[in-house]
């Protein structure tokens, strides 16, 4: 009899702990991409020449104070720009240096994924969120994220879609 309880108690006990386990599948909450770093465009990566992923540079240099991205496995994605404007040596007029010219941004997500058992690369844009003049906004949205999603990038670009920083350094 006690050895019977005993085993019950052990089986209830590895059922408890096996339960949680049982969320941790693709569609989860666990973070994906943590960037604390977010590198602006810079020459040759301006205008269409020299396209990442897909995703053409803005025209001009950028500069970036500070960003961040946060992506997690079912999708969430949070994204933060402090200071992301014109570069200061950017050859347009001096009163536009070192501003945002745009009053919202977008986001996208790249992930390397398959296509019918062929490797492509999966864009997916977020909506636009607001900017200050100084280069400040923040987006907090969900994505509908391929699968599988490998080596996701996270841009952050212009209401077109030309990127002006991206995870990386």
């Known amino acids: ?30 973070k994906v991409l943590q960037a604390n770093v977010l590198s602006p465009v810079i020459e040759p990566y301006t205008g269409p020449a020299n396209p990442v992923r897909g995703v053409a540079g803005g025209g001009l240099p950028w500069e970036i104070d500070s960003g961040s991205a946060n992506l997690r496995a079912n999708g ?3 994204v933060r720009v402090n200071g992301l404007v ?4 950017a050859p347009v007029p001096a009163d536009r240096r070192g501003t945002m010219p ?4 977008g986001a996208i997500v790249s992930c390397l994924t398959t296509t019918n058992g062929m490797a492509t690369t999966a864009n997916v844009s977020t909506e636009l969120f ?3 003049p100084r280069g400040d ?3 907090d949205t969900s994505v509908a994220l391929p699968s599988p999603c490998f080596a ?9 879609g ?8």
């Open 102 to 105: 745009f009053t919202q941004l």
């Open 137 to 139: 906004g923040h987006l």
């Open 162 to 169: 030309q990127w002006f920083a991206v995870t990386g350094r």
């Open 76 to 78: 969430r994605l949070h």
């Open 1 to 30: 009899m006690r050895k019977t309880l005993v085993l019950l108690l052990g089986l209830a006990v590895l059922a408890a702990l096996a339960v949680p386990a049982l969320g941790l599948g693709g569609g989860d909450g666990r």
């Open 152 to 160: 996701p990038i996270v841009f952050v670009t212009s209401p077109t």
């Open 86 to 89: 014109l570069a200061r040596r």
């Open 130 to 132: 607001d900017v200050t």
